[in-house]
Protein backbone atom coordinates (compact mmCIF):
# COMPACT_ATOMS: atom_id res chain seq x y z
CA UNK A 1 0.00 0.00 0.00
CA UNK A 2 2.73 2.31 0.68
CA UNK A 3 4.10 1.53 -2.60
CA UNK A 4 1.37 2.37 -4.41
CA UNK A 5 1.16 5.64 -2.62
CA UNK A 6 4.49 6.87 -3.43
CA UNK A 7 3.89 5.75 -6.52
CA UNK A 8 0.58 7.76 -6.91
CA UNK A 9 2.51 11.24 -5.23
CA UNK A 10 5.51 10.67 -7.53
CA UNK A 11 2.80 10.95 -10.57
CA UNK A 12 1.22 13.75 -9.29
CA UNK A 13 4.26 15.49 -8.77
CA UNK A 14 5.48 15.03 -12.40
CA UNK A 15 1.78 15.78 -13.57
CA UNK A 16 2.43 19.48 -11.70
CA UNK A 17 5.45 19.96 -13.50
CA UNK A 18 4.23 19.30 -16.76
CA UNK A 19 2.85 21.94 -19.21
CA UNK A 20 -0.64 21.60 -21.37
CA UNK A 21 -2.03 23.19 -23.92
CA UNK A 22 -5.00 22.82 -26.28
CA UNK A 23 -4.52 21.88 -29.77
CA UNK A 24 -7.79 23.95 -31.31
CA UNK A 25 -7.46 21.83 -34.66
CA UNK A 26 -7.50 18.25 -32.96
CA UNK A 27 -9.02 19.25 -29.37
CA UNK A 28 -6.38 16.58 -28.54
CA UNK A 29 -4.20 17.80 -24.96
CA UNK A 30 -0.70 17.93 -25.79
CA UNK A 31 1.47 17.32 -22.43
CA UNK A 32 5.16 18.00 -22.09
CA UNK A 33 7.28 16.78 -20.22
CA UNK A 34 10.62 19.14 -19.51
CA UNK A 35 13.44 19.97 -17.04
CA UNK A 36 12.45 23.75 -16.59
CA UNK A 37 16.85 23.79 -16.25
CA UNK A 38 17.56 21.92 -19.38
CA UNK A 39 17.92 23.41 -23.21
CA UNK A 40 18.26 20.49 -25.71
CA UNK A 41 19.66 22.55 -29.18
CA UNK A 42 20.14 21.07 -32.54
CA UNK A 43 23.38 23.07 -34.21
CA UNK A 44 23.78 23.42 -38.20
CA UNK A 45 27.44 22.44 -37.97
CA UNK A 46 29.47 19.65 -35.79
CA UNK A 47 32.00 21.58 -33.37
CA UNK A 48 35.47 20.46 -34.44
CA UNK A 49 37.53 22.24 -31.65
CA UNK A 50 36.86 24.74 -28.71
CA UNK A 51 40.39 25.80 -28.86
CA UNK A 52 40.30 29.57 -28.46
CA UNK A 53 43.25 29.99 -30.51
CA UNK A 54 41.87 27.95 -33.42
CA UNK A 55 37.82 28.34 -33.22
CA UNK A 56 36.48 29.79 -36.25
CA UNK A 57 32.50 28.43 -37.07
CA UNK A 58 30.00 30.16 -35.64
CA UNK A 59 28.88 26.84 -33.48
CA UNK A 60 32.78 26.63 -32.05
CA UNK A 61 32.97 30.61 -31.23
CA UNK A 62 29.40 30.27 -29.82
CA UNK A 63 30.57 27.12 -27.22
CA UNK A 64 33.70 28.84 -26.66
CA UNK A 65 32.09 32.09 -25.39
CA UNK A 66 29.91 30.20 -23.44
CA UNK A 67 33.24 28.36 -21.31
CA UNK A 68 35.84 30.79 -21.55
CA UNK A 69 36.25 34.39 -20.77
CA UNK A 70 38.86 37.26 -20.78
CA UNK A 71 40.01 40.53 -19.34
CA UNK A 72 37.27 42.93 -20.69
CA UNK A 73 34.13 42.12 -23.44
CA UNK A 74 32.21 44.60 -25.55
CA UNK A 75 28.72 45.09 -24.47
CA UNK A 76 26.01 47.92 -25.27
CA UNK A 77 27.84 50.45 -23.16
CA UNK A 78 31.04 49.88 -25.15
CA UNK A 79 33.96 47.48 -23.24
CA UNK A 80 33.60 47.01 -19.68
CA UNK A 81 35.17 44.73 -17.64
CA UNK A 82 34.99 40.62 -17.76
CA UNK A 83 37.94 38.96 -15.45
CA UNK A 84 39.40 42.52 -15.01
CA UNK A 85 38.08 44.63 -12.07
CA UNK A 86 39.67 47.98 -13.66
CA UNK A 87 42.42 49.00 -15.87
CA UNK A 88 44.35 52.33 -16.67
CA UNK A 89 46.35 53.59 -19.57
CA UNK A 90 49.71 55.58 -19.01
CA UNK A 91 49.94 58.87 -20.42
CA UNK A 92 52.22 57.97 -23.33
CA UNK A 93 49.87 55.48 -24.00
CA UNK A 94 52.28 52.62 -24.19
CA UNK A 95 51.56 50.30 -21.05
CA UNK A 96 47.94 49.20 -19.83
CA UNK A 97 48.03 47.98 -15.81
CA UNK A 98 44.86 45.52 -15.00
CA UNK A 99 43.49 44.92 -11.93
CA UNK A 100 41.73 41.12 -11.66
CA UNK A 101 38.33 40.54 -9.74
CA UNK A 102 38.65 38.56 -6.37
CA UNK A 103 38.57 34.98 -5.51
CA UNK A 104 38.54 34.17 -9.70
CA UNK A 105 38.55 30.47 -10.43
CA UNK A 106 38.32 27.83 -12.97
CA UNK A 107 35.41 25.37 -13.80
CA UNK A 108 37.28 22.84 -11.47
CA UNK A 109 37.79 25.05 -8.62
CA UNK A 110 41.32 25.97 -9.40
CA UNK A 111 42.41 30.03 -8.37
CA UNK A 112 43.02 31.68 -12.01
CA UNK A 113 46.66 33.24 -11.76
CA UNK A 114 48.21 36.06 -13.55
CA UNK A 115 50.53 33.76 -14.84
CA UNK A 116 47.79 31.41 -16.49
CA UNK A 117 46.77 34.73 -18.52
CA UNK A 118 50.95 35.21 -19.55
CA UNK A 119 50.82 31.78 -20.66
CA UNK A 120 47.61 31.91 -22.78
CA UNK A 121 49.04 34.68 -24.67
CA UNK A 122 52.78 33.28 -25.11
CA UNK A 123 51.18 30.71 -25.94
CA UNK A 124 49.34 32.00 -29.12
CA UNK A 125 52.30 33.42 -30.14
CA UNK A 126 54.30 30.68 -30.06
CA UNK A 127 52.00 28.09 -31.83
CA UNK A 128 51.53 31.66 -34.26
CA UNK A 129 47.64 30.87 -34.02
CA UNK A 130 45.48 32.57 -36.52
CA UNK A 131 44.68 35.45 -33.81
CA UNK A 132 48.61 36.02 -32.62
CA UNK A 133 48.42 38.85 -34.19
CA UNK A 134 45.89 40.76 -31.49
CA UNK A 135 49.48 40.25 -29.36
CA UNK A 136 51.57 41.50 -31.88
CA UNK A 137 52.16 44.91 -30.79
CA UNK A 138 53.24 44.07 -27.05
CA UNK A 139 56.87 44.54 -26.58
CA UNK A 140 59.16 41.38 -27.03
CA UNK A 141 56.23 39.49 -28.80
CA UNK A 142 58.25 39.71 -32.14
CA UNK A 143 60.86 37.77 -30.50
CA UNK A 144 58.63 34.96 -29.91
CA UNK A 145 57.00 34.39 -33.27
CA UNK A 146 60.57 34.88 -34.78
CA UNK A 147 61.57 32.12 -31.98
CA UNK A 148 64.10 33.78 -30.33
CA UNK A 149 62.33 33.68 -26.77
CA UNK A 150 59.54 31.86 -25.12
CA UNK A 151 58.34 34.51 -22.48
CA UNK A 152 56.52 38.07 -23.37
CA UNK A 153 59.14 40.99 -22.55
CA UNK A 154 56.07 43.34 -22.24
CA UNK A 155 53.93 41.40 -19.58
CA UNK A 156 54.94 42.22 -15.82
CA UNK A 157 53.47 40.65 -13.10
CA UNK A 158 53.41 43.21 -10.23
CA UNK A 159 51.27 41.06 -7.57
CA UNK A 160 49.01 37.95 -7.89
CA UNK A 161 46.32 40.30 -8.84
CA UNK A 162 48.17 43.42 -11.13
CA UNK A 163 49.81 43.18 -14.00
CA UNK A 164 51.05 45.86 -16.86
CA UNK A 165 51.07 45.48 -20.32
CA UNK A 166 53.86 47.12 -22.40
CA UNK A 167 52.94 48.05 -26.48
CA UNK A 168 55.53 49.36 -28.83
CA UNK A 169 53.82 51.61 -30.02
CA UNK A 170 50.06 53.46 -28.81
CA UNK A 171 47.01 50.95 -30.02
CA UNK A 172 43.39 52.20 -29.84
CA UNK A 173 42.08 49.26 -30.53
CA UNK A 174 44.10 47.03 -27.77
CA UNK A 175 41.08 46.61 -25.37
CA UNK A 176 38.75 45.98 -28.98
CA UNK A 177 41.26 43.16 -29.55
CA UNK A 178 41.06 41.95 -25.67
CA UNK A 179 37.56 41.18 -26.53
CA UNK A 180 38.22 38.44 -29.14
CA UNK A 181 37.93 34.82 -28.46
CA UNK A 182 41.39 34.39 -29.06
CA UNK A 183 42.78 36.65 -25.96
CA UNK A 184 40.56 34.44 -23.26
CA UNK A 185 42.44 33.12 -20.30
CA UNK A 186 43.17 29.56 -20.22
CA UNK A 187 45.11 27.07 -17.47
CA UNK A 188 48.66 26.92 -17.88
CA UNK A 189 48.72 23.81 -16.35
CA UNK A 190 46.24 21.84 -19.06
CA UNK A 191 47.81 23.25 -21.53
CA UNK A 192 51.30 21.61 -20.82
CA UNK A 193 49.28 18.52 -20.00
CA UNK A 194 47.36 17.95 -23.24
CA UNK A 195 49.14 19.65 -25.35
CA UNK A 196 47.92 19.34 -28.97
CA UNK A 197 45.10 17.58 -27.88
CA UNK A 198 43.69 20.65 -25.65
CA UNK A 199 40.27 21.28 -26.29
CA UNK A 200 40.16 18.18 -28.79
CA UNK A 201 36.87 16.51 -28.59
CA UNK A 202 36.54 12.77 -27.61
CA UNK A 203 35.32 9.85 -30.05
CA UNK A 204 34.15 6.86 -30.04
CA UNK A 205 36.60 4.46 -29.52
CA UNK A 206 39.11 7.08 -26.66
CA UNK A 207 38.26 9.58 -24.23
CA UNK A 208 40.10 12.72 -23.83
CA UNK A 209 40.42 15.44 -21.08
CA UNK A 210 38.16 18.38 -21.26
CA UNK A 211 39.15 22.20 -20.64
CA UNK A 212 38.69 24.08 -17.38
CA UNK A 213 37.26 27.54 -18.50
CA UNK A 214 36.38 30.70 -16.51
CA UNK A 215 32.92 31.52 -18.14
CA UNK A 216 29.60 31.02 -17.42
CA UNK A 217 29.33 27.15 -18.35
CA UNK A 218 31.45 24.55 -18.24
CA UNK A 219 31.42 21.78 -20.82
CA UNK A 220 30.95 18.39 -19.00
CA UNK A 221 30.60 15.97 -22.07
CA UNK A 222 31.72 16.12 -25.45
CA UNK A 223 31.46 12.96 -28.24
CA UNK A 224 32.96 14.27 -31.58
CA UNK A 225 30.13 14.92 -34.20
CA UNK A 226 27.75 13.99 -32.18
CA UNK A 227 26.95 16.07 -29.05
CA UNK A 228 28.42 18.37 -26.16
CA UNK A 229 26.84 18.78 -22.89
CA UNK A 230 27.58 22.16 -21.18
CA UNK A 231 26.64 22.81 -17.32
CA UNK A 232 26.65 25.79 -14.92
CA UNK A 233 29.64 26.73 -14.23
CA UNK A 234 29.09 26.56 -10.25
CA UNK A 235 32.97 28.22 -9.37
CA UNK A 236 31.76 31.32 -12.32
CA UNK A 237 32.30 34.54 -10.40
CA UNK A 238 29.15 36.30 -11.92
CA UNK A 239 25.60 34.95 -11.16
CA UNK A 240 24.69 31.65 -11.98
CA UNK A 241 22.95 31.18 -15.24
CA UNK A 242 18.69 30.16 -14.76
CA UNK A 243 19.52 27.66 -17.40
CA UNK A 244 21.81 24.66 -15.83
CA UNK A 245 22.40 22.38 -18.52
CA UNK A 246 22.77 22.73 -22.18
CA UNK A 247 22.56 19.55 -24.32
CA UNK A 248 23.54 20.57 -28.04
CA UNK A 249 23.34 17.54 -30.70
CA UNK A 250 25.09 17.78 -34.02
CA UNK A 251 24.77 15.93 -37.52
CA UNK A 252 20.85 15.42 -37.66
CA UNK A 253 19.21 16.84 -40.60
CA UNK A 254 16.98 19.33 -39.75
CA UNK A 255 13.88 17.50 -41.22
CA UNK A 256 14.53 14.78 -38.39
CA UNK A 257 15.55 17.59 -35.99
CA UNK A 258 12.22 19.52 -36.48
CA UNK A 259 10.40 16.16 -35.62
CA UNK A 260 12.19 15.92 -32.19
CA UNK A 261 10.97 19.42 -30.98
CA UNK A 262 7.26 18.60 -32.39
CA UNK A 263 7.88 15.24 -30.02
CA UNK A 264 9.11 17.61 -27.38
CA UNK A 265 12.34 15.63 -27.82
CA UNK A 266 14.47 19.07 -28.68
CA UNK A 267 13.84 22.32 -27.61
CA UNK A 268 15.29 24.58 -30.72
CA UNK A 269 16.54 23.78 -33.92
CA UNK A 270 19.40 25.88 -35.72
CA UNK A 271 18.57 27.80 -39.10
CA UNK A 272 15.95 26.64 -40.31
CA UNK A 273 14.66 26.99 -43.74
CA UNK A 274 11.04 26.71 -44.71
CA UNK A 275 11.36 23.77 -47.06
CA UNK A 276 13.17 21.55 -44.39
CA UNK A 277 9.61 21.75 -42.01
CA UNK A 278 8.61 18.29 -42.87
CA UNK A 279 4.75 17.39 -43.53
CA UNK A 280 2.37 17.32 -40.47
CA UNK A 281 4.34 20.52 -38.68
CA UNK A 282 2.28 23.84 -39.33
CA UNK A 283 5.26 26.57 -39.53
CA UNK A 284 3.10 28.97 -38.16
CA UNK A 285 3.00 27.47 -34.77
CA UNK A 286 6.55 27.58 -34.93
CA UNK A 287 8.67 30.56 -33.31
CA UNK A 288 12.37 31.76 -34.11
CA UNK A 289 14.49 33.80 -32.46
CA UNK A 290 17.47 35.94 -33.89
CA UNK A 291 20.56 36.26 -31.60
CA UNK A 292 23.31 38.53 -32.15
CA UNK A 293 24.93 37.46 -35.23
CA UNK A 294 25.13 37.69 -38.72
CA UNK A 295 26.95 35.39 -41.27
CA UNK A 296 28.50 36.50 -44.51
CA UNK A 297 29.11 34.48 -47.48
CA UNK A 298 31.78 36.22 -49.70
CA UNK A 299 32.79 35.74 -53.11
CA UNK A 300 36.86 35.89 -53.34
CA UNK A 301 38.54 36.14 -56.81
CA UNK A 302 42.06 34.50 -56.86
CA UNK A 303 44.22 36.77 -59.52
CA UNK A 304 47.06 34.15 -59.20
CA UNK A 305 45.39 31.51 -60.76
CA UNK A 306 47.00 30.02 -63.14
CA UNK A 307 44.96 27.74 -65.73
CA UNK A 308 46.12 24.52 -67.62
CA UNK A 309 47.83 27.68 -70.34
CA UNK A 310 50.06 28.91 -68.26
CA UNK A 311 48.27 31.84 -68.13
CA UNK A 312 46.27 34.33 -65.40
CA UNK A 313 42.75 35.17 -66.99
CA UNK A 314 41.64 36.64 -63.68
CA UNK A 315 44.08 39.20 -63.66
CA UNK A 316 42.33 41.39 -65.87
CA UNK A 317 39.55 43.69 -63.83
CA UNK A 318 37.15 43.18 -67.28
CA UNK A 319 37.11 39.45 -66.62
CA UNK A 320 36.54 39.72 -62.52
CA UNK A 321 33.74 42.05 -63.00
CA UNK A 322 31.79 39.79 -65.73
CA UNK A 323 32.44 37.13 -63.49
CA UNK A 324 30.95 38.53 -60.47
CA UNK A 325 27.88 39.82 -62.25
CA UNK A 326 27.18 36.26 -63.12
CA UNK A 327 27.70 34.49 -59.72
CA UNK A 328 24.17 36.73 -59.07
CA UNK A 329 23.30 36.90 -55.15
CA UNK A 330 19.74 36.68 -56.09
CA UNK A 331 20.43 33.24 -57.94
CA UNK A 332 22.44 31.79 -55.89
CA UNK A 333 20.42 33.31 -52.50
CA UNK A 334 17.29 31.85 -53.78
CA UNK A 335 19.01 28.54 -54.69
CA UNK A 336 20.83 27.92 -51.29
CA UNK A 337 18.72 29.57 -48.62
CA UNK A 338 15.16 29.57 -50.66
CA UNK A 339 15.19 33.36 -50.67
CA UNK A 340 14.44 32.60 -46.74
CA UNK A 341 13.82 36.30 -44.52
CA UNK A 342 16.77 35.64 -42.41
CA UNK A 343 18.73 36.09 -45.48
CA UNK A 344 19.16 39.49 -47.23
CA UNK A 345 21.05 40.45 -50.06
CA UNK A 346 22.48 43.35 -52.38
CA UNK A 347 21.87 46.77 -50.66
CA UNK A 348 22.12 46.89 -46.70
CA UNK A 349 22.95 49.54 -43.93
CA UNK A 350 25.64 46.93 -42.66
CA UNK A 351 29.61 46.84 -43.45
CA UNK A 352 29.44 47.02 -47.20
CA UNK A 353 27.29 48.04 -50.07
CA UNK A 354 28.05 47.77 -53.62
CA UNK A 355 28.20 51.39 -55.08
CA UNK A 356 27.23 53.15 -58.20
CA UNK A 357 30.68 52.92 -59.74
CA UNK A 358 30.82 49.24 -59.75
CA UNK A 359 27.48 49.16 -60.83
CA UNK A 360 28.81 50.64 -63.99
CA UNK A 361 31.39 48.50 -64.46
CA UNK A 362 29.34 45.43 -64.47
CA UNK A 363 27.55 46.66 -67.20
CA UNK A 364 30.58 47.70 -68.77
CA UNK A 365 31.82 44.51 -68.72
CA UNK A 366 29.26 42.31 -70.58
CA UNK A 367 29.08 45.43 -73.69
CA UNK A 368 30.58 44.58 -77.29
CA UNK A 369 32.55 41.07 -78.27
CA UNK A 370 33.38 40.60 -74.30
CA UNK A 371 32.82 36.91 -73.57
CA UNK A 372 33.48 35.49 -69.94
CA UNK A 373 33.05 31.53 -71.51
CA UNK A 374 35.83 32.70 -74.18
CA UNK A 375 38.52 33.23 -71.17
CA UNK A 376 37.59 30.91 -68.10
CA UNK A 377 37.05 26.97 -69.24
CA UNK A 378 37.37 25.63 -66.09
CA UNK A 379 37.62 27.01 -62.36
CA UNK A 380 38.27 25.61 -59.20
CA UNK A 381 36.84 26.21 -56.50
CA UNK A 382 37.69 26.49 -53.11
CA UNK A 383 35.45 26.99 -50.30
CA UNK A 384 35.20 26.42 -46.52
CA UNK A 385 34.29 23.55 -43.97
CA UNK A 386 30.19 24.35 -43.10
CA UNK A 387 27.13 22.85 -45.07
CA UNK A 388 26.26 26.18 -46.16
CA UNK A 389 30.05 27.38 -47.43
CA UNK A 390 29.27 23.92 -49.46
CA UNK A 391 26.48 24.83 -51.29
CA UNK A 392 27.01 27.92 -52.05
CA UNK A 393 30.32 26.83 -53.97
CA UNK A 394 28.50 23.86 -55.56
CA UNK A 395 25.16 26.19 -56.79
CA UNK A 396 27.79 28.74 -57.99
CA UNK A 397 30.21 25.77 -59.86
CA UNK A 398 26.16 25.33 -61.51
CA UNK A 399 25.68 28.60 -62.24
CA UNK A 400 28.88 28.82 -64.27
CA UNK A 401 28.31 25.54 -66.17
CA UNK A 402 25.29 26.90 -67.87
CA UNK A 403 27.66 29.45 -69.52
CA UNK A 404 29.92 26.39 -70.65
CA UNK A 405 32.29 26.92 -67.78
CA UNK A 406 33.57 23.75 -66.25
CA UNK A 407 33.99 23.54 -62.03
CA UNK A 408 35.55 21.45 -59.76
CA UNK A 409 34.83 22.36 -55.91
CA UNK A 410 37.34 21.34 -52.98
CA UNK A 411 36.30 21.95 -49.00
CA UNK A 412 39.07 22.78 -46.56
CA UNK A 413 39.10 23.77 -43.06
CA UNK A 414 39.66 27.29 -41.97
CA UNK A 415 42.99 25.92 -40.16
CA UNK A 416 44.27 25.34 -43.93
CA UNK A 417 42.70 28.02 -45.43
CA UNK A 418 45.52 30.77 -45.58
CA UNK A 419 48.21 28.53 -46.25
CA UNK A 420 46.32 27.02 -49.24
CA UNK A 421 45.40 31.28 -49.73
CA UNK A 422 49.29 32.36 -49.85
CA UNK A 423 50.21 29.58 -52.14
CA UNK A 424 47.65 31.58 -54.23
CA UNK A 425 47.83 29.39 -57.70
CA UNK A 426 45.76 26.07 -57.19
CA UNK A 427 42.01 27.81 -56.65
CA UNK A 428 40.40 30.16 -58.96
CA UNK A 429 37.39 31.06 -56.43
CA UNK A 430 37.17 30.90 -52.57
CA UNK A 431 33.72 31.08 -50.71
CA UNK A 432 34.27 32.48 -47.67
CA UNK A 433 31.71 32.60 -44.75
CA UNK A 434 32.34 35.12 -41.83
CA UNK A 435 30.87 36.36 -38.83
CA UNK A 436 30.55 39.66 -37.21
CA UNK A 437 31.01 37.92 -33.81
CA UNK A 438 34.53 39.10 -32.22
CA UNK A 439 37.24 39.14 -34.29
CA UNK A 440 35.67 37.04 -37.17
CA UNK A 441 35.23 40.07 -39.50
CA UNK A 442 39.42 41.38 -38.57
CA UNK A 443 40.26 38.07 -39.12
CA UNK A 444 38.22 37.97 -42.97
CA UNK A 445 39.96 41.14 -43.67
CA UNK A 446 43.40 40.10 -42.82
CA UNK A 447 43.64 36.93 -44.50
CA UNK A 448 42.16 38.64 -47.24
CA UNK A 449 44.70 40.70 -47.42
CA UNK A 450 47.41 38.90 -46.37
CA UNK A 451 46.79 36.58 -49.05
CA UNK A 452 46.88 39.14 -51.69
CA UNK A 453 49.12 41.47 -50.23
CA UNK A 454 51.59 41.98 -54.07
CA UNK A 455 47.98 43.25 -55.23
CA UNK A 456 46.77 45.74 -53.06
CA UNK A 457 50.47 47.03 -51.87
CA UNK A 458 52.45 47.26 -55.39
CA UNK A 459 53.45 50.33 -55.48
CA UNK A 460 56.54 51.38 -53.76
CA UNK A 461 55.94 54.71 -51.24
CA UNK A 462 56.60 57.89 -53.13
CA UNK A 463 57.11 55.87 -56.74
CA UNK A 464 54.82 57.84 -59.30
CA UNK A 465 51.85 55.84 -60.62
CA UNK A 466 51.15 55.03 -64.44
CA UNK A 467 47.86 55.74 -65.50
CA UNK A 468 47.64 52.36 -66.50
CA UNK A 469 48.05 51.59 -62.73
CA UNK A 470 45.91 54.46 -61.42
CA UNK A 471 43.18 52.60 -63.62
CA UNK A 472 43.78 49.35 -62.54
CA UNK A 473 44.88 49.33 -58.76
CA UNK A 474 44.85 51.70 -55.99
CA UNK A 475 48.78 53.48 -54.23
CA UNK A 476 50.47 52.09 -51.59
CA UNK A 477 49.75 54.47 -49.26
CA UNK A 478 45.84 54.43 -50.13
CA UNK A 479 45.36 51.18 -49.25
CA UNK A 480 48.18 51.38 -46.35
CA UNK A 481 45.28 54.13 -44.89
CA UNK A 482 42.26 51.89 -45.50
CA UNK A 483 44.05 49.49 -43.47
CA UNK A 484 45.40 51.37 -40.88
CA UNK A 485 42.10 53.00 -40.39
CA UNK A 486 40.10 49.55 -40.02
CA UNK A 487 41.67 48.06 -37.45
CA UNK A 488 42.24 51.46 -35.20
CA UNK A 489 40.15 53.78 -33.46
CA UNK A 490 36.78 52.63 -31.76
CA UNK A 491 33.74 50.14 -33.43
CA UNK A 492 31.90 52.99 -35.59
CA UNK A 493 35.31 54.14 -37.03
CA UNK A 494 36.33 50.54 -37.46
CA UNK A 495 33.11 49.88 -39.20
CA UNK A 496 34.00 52.73 -41.50
CA UNK A 497 37.37 51.51 -41.95
CA UNK A 498 35.78 48.16 -43.11
CA UNK A 499 32.96 49.62 -45.69
CA UNK A 500 35.67 51.48 -47.53
CA UNK A 501 37.99 48.82 -47.93
CA UNK A 502 35.02 46.30 -48.93
CA UNK A 503 33.97 49.29 -51.61
CA UNK A 504 37.31 49.70 -52.84
CA UNK A 505 38.07 45.44 -52.69
CA UNK A 506 34.45 45.01 -54.79
CA UNK A 507 35.30 47.82 -57.06
CA UNK A 508 38.50 46.50 -58.71
CA UNK A 509 37.04 43.33 -58.54
CA UNK A 510 38.28 40.67 -55.99
CA UNK A 511 35.51 40.92 -53.37
CA UNK A 512 31.79 40.04 -53.45
CA UNK A 513 29.24 39.94 -50.73
CA UNK A 514 26.83 37.09 -51.70
CA UNK A 515 24.04 38.00 -48.69
CA UNK A 516 24.27 38.05 -44.69
CA UNK A 517 22.38 35.57 -42.56
CA UNK A 518 20.28 36.71 -39.28
CA UNK A 519 21.47 32.95 -37.40
CA UNK A 520 18.21 31.89 -35.79
CA UNK A 521 17.16 29.50 -33.74
CA UNK A 522 13.17 27.92 -34.08
CA UNK A 523 11.45 26.81 -30.85
CA UNK A 524 8.07 25.72 -29.96
CA UNK A 525 6.70 29.30 -28.54
CA UNK A 526 4.38 26.96 -26.20
CA UNK A 527 7.11 25.52 -23.99
CA UNK A 528 6.87 28.14 -20.92
CA UNK A 529 10.19 30.52 -20.85
CA UNK A 530 11.92 29.04 -24.00
CA UNK A 531 12.33 32.24 -25.87
CA UNK A 532 13.86 33.93 -22.35
CA UNK A 533 15.94 30.74 -21.70
CA UNK A 534 16.99 31.28 -25.57
CA UNK A 535 17.30 34.64 -25.17
CA UNK A 536 20.01 34.69 -22.24
CA UNK A 537 22.21 31.56 -23.64
CA UNK A 538 22.49 32.80 -27.16
CA UNK A 539 23.11 36.74 -26.02
Known sequence: ????????????????????????????????????????????????????????????????????????????????????????LSEDKLTYTFTLKDNLCFSDGTPLTVKDIKFSWERALRITAPNAYLFENIVGADRILAEEARELEGFSILDEKTFSVKLNAPDDAFLHKLCNIGAVVLKES????????????????????????????????????????????????????STRRIEIAFNSTVTDALLKLDWGELDAVQNVLPSQIPYGINAEELAA?????????????????????????????????????????????????????????????????????????????????????????????????TQQEKATALAAAELLQTQGIKCNVFQLDYADLLPYMEQGKDFALLIYEYNDRGSDLHDFFRLFIQANIEHFFPITEGEELTS?????????SVYRKLLTDSFNGNTQEEQTGFLKLEQELCRLGYLKTLWFNSDSFTYDPKIRNMNTKLSEILN
Not at 25 to 50: C, D, H, P, R, W
Not at 218 to 227: F, H
Request: hydrophobic fraction near 35%; glycine fraction near 6%.
Open 1 to 88: MKKLLAALCLFLLLLCGCSHEEAPETGITTVYLYTANVVKMQAENSVFTIDPAFVSTDNELFLARLIFSGLVKESNDGIIGDLAAKWR
Open 190 to 241: ELLEHGTLFAAPSTMKKAYPLPSGTGPYRISEWLEDKQATLTANEHYYDAQP
Open 289 to 385: INYNSHSFMSIIINPDWIDKNEETPLSGRETRLALMQLLDADILNGKVNENSALTQTGMTDYWYTLDTELRKMHDYSQKGDFKLSSKLKELPILCGP
Open 468 to 476: KQKNTNASH
